[in-house]
């Protein structure tokens, strides 16, 4: 069984910065993916940022600039650097782990950003 533990939410005001953690525990198969999707409420969750194995990292365009994924392998954790955030950003955020065969999800931590 694999878990994904998010931290690093809250509140915080418009241009602030958070770091948001996820640590993965348990029997873990090769890792292809980690990322990060988040939901805003009456929204769909979409895709905000992805590392893969490889190094390589993909950023949804709304945040391209202003967050940053990295991933120590070591501790089967992937962070997600938030910058100047907006109140757009506002969500709750979740992270993910994709290996060969399957996928899992975390139970999501909660972003708001508001004056």
């Known amino acids: 069984q694999v878990q994904l533990v998010e931290s690093g939410g809250g509140l915080v005001q418009p241009g602030d910065s958070l770091r948001l953690s996820c640590v993965a525990s348990?029997?873990?198969?090769?890792?292809?993916?980690m990322g990060w999707y988040r939901q805003a409420p009456g929204k769909q969750r979409e895709s905000v940022a992805q590392t893969a194995s490889s190094g390589s990292t993909t950023y949804a365009d709304s945040v391209k600039g202003r967050f940053t994924i990295s991933r120590d392998n070591a501790k089967n954790t992937v962070y997600l650097q938030m910058n100047s955030l907006k109140p757009e950003d506002t969500a709750v955020y979740y992270c993910?782990?994709?290996?060969?065969?399957?996928?899992?999800w975390g139970q999501g931590t909660q972003v708001t950003v508001s004056s």
């Open positions: 993910y782990l994709l290996t060969h065969a399957s996928e899992y």
């Open positions: 348990g029997s873990i198969s090769s890792i292809n993916y």
